[in-house]
């Protein structure tokens, strides 16, 4: 029996419990990742996920026993735990905001057009569109699924927790998908970018939870479909960073993907924004309100790239039905839609070049700091004049 086999066989099982705990394994080789599978199966024990492409194995863990001469193995990368993570999302109640102290032009209900909402105006959309509504882009969003919706043209999609249907259970990524995405057709809402190839990666359950071994086959599936933008609106429930994810998130920048992520609703006392918006490859999204402030519940730190409406957002949600939702979740498909925006209009545009656009072309909202706004709110008015 080989040294990692019996490693193995002393710290992985093939069964949860409370005895037990979610670790990812990754591999320095596709020949380790191939040999640790073999030995698995010779053992008795199946991951409960596995992610070739990443050579990355999900194993049930006793806590009893100690996996730290696994993890210093000569063929093992990388061992830590399955992070749990969790939309960034809301239900709230429809709240009257008064105007006060605006120095932007607000579209009022005389000039706003037919079928949009209070969101889409702030932002502008409406005067991108004249160039493009983000035809044949395709956008992945990352969450619980997108739910059959009269104004959502799905194009397709994977269910990454355990393989069955993509379609949405919980609500939350439908209400992101809206705010993408929406057709306009039901007299509604519109998206973002209306007109874009939409795809649904559900990797959170009925409650909005999900696991980051989950998240990693998604954007590893992004990555072989030839996704361009990702929205991901969700955070890590531990304090901790995870080296899996932002290998992953890595290696998705290095296929040129666009990334777009909540900075999380942990409010004006928090001193940094969740994972993965705060890793660098990612455009991070701070909330904003009608009253162009930033949410009370956006949380605050180093990295955020830009802000978007985020506060009493009215999207399309399941059984064919709408809802109003606030959180930085809302605020972060604004962002990507803008994203799809431009590389519809800007064939060849790169990655970076888009977060420098985006960036340059927002509005700084006054009296709030860099690390509560970034570069300030998303205006998408102007994004295809030259810099």
Not at 240 to 252: E, V
Not at 274 to 295: H, R, Y
Request: a positive charge; one cysteine or more.
């Amino acid at each position: 029996m080989s040294d990692l086999k019996a490693l193995l066989k002393s710290c992985a099982t093939c069964m949860p419990s409370k005895h037990t705990y979610r670790k990812l394994i990754t591999f320095r080789s596709a020949k380790a990742y191939k040999r640790c599978l073999r030995q698995l199966k010779e053992l008795g024990i199946k991951p409960f996920k596995t992610v070739s492409r990443c050579r990355i194995i999900g194993c049930h863990f006793h806590k009893s026993i100690s996996w730290h001469d696994l993890a210093n193995h000569p063929q093992v990368k990388l061992i830590e735990k399955d992070f749990k993570i969790r939309a960034h999302g809301v239900i709230t109640k429809r709240k009257r905001i008064k105007l006060k102290g605006r120095s932007i032009p607000l579209l009022t209900p005389a000039t706003t057009p037919a079928l949009l909402t209070w969101n889409i105006s702030r932002i502008k959309a409406p005067e991108a569109w004249a160039t493009t509504r983000g035809k044949s882009i395709k956008v992945a969003i990352i969450d619980s699924g997108i739910a059959s919706h009269p104004d959502l043209r799905i194009a397709g999609g994977i269910n990454t927790i355990n393989g069955g249907s993509y379609a949405d259970d919980n609500g939350h990524g439908t209400h992101v998908a809206g705010i993408l995405a929406a057709a306009g057709k039901s007299g509604k809402v519109t998206g973002t970018a209306p007109e874009i190839s939409l795809y649904a990666v559900k990797a959170l359950d009925l409650y909005g939870d999900g696991f980051v071994s989950d998240i990693v086959d998604g954007i590893n599936w992004c990555i072989t479909n030839k996704m361009q933008v990702i929205n991901m609106s969700f955070g890590i429930l531990d304090s901790n960073n995870s080296g899996t994810l932002h290998d992953a998130i890595k290696r998705a920048a290095k296929q040129g993907i666009v990334m777009v992520a909540s900075a999380g609703n942990s409010g004006k006392s928090s001193k940094q924004i969740d994972v993965p918006a705060s890793f660098k490859e990612t455009i991070a999204v701070a909330a904003s309100t009608k009253a162009n402030k930033v949410a009370g519940f956006s949380s605050r730190g180093r990295g955020i790239g830009l802000t978007a409406p985020g506060d009493s957002i009215l999207s399309t949600w399941l059984n064919g039905k709408y809802m109003t939702l606030s959180g930085t979740s809302m605020a972060s498909p604004h962002v990507a839609g803008g994203a799809a925006l431009l590389l519809a209009g800007k064939p060849g545009i790169s990655a970076r070049a888009i977060k420098k656009r985006l960036r340059l072309r927002a509005f700084k909202l006054k009296k709030f700091k860099s690390r509560s706004q970034g570069a300030g709110l998303l205006q998408l008015d102007r994004i295809f004049k030259n810099i």
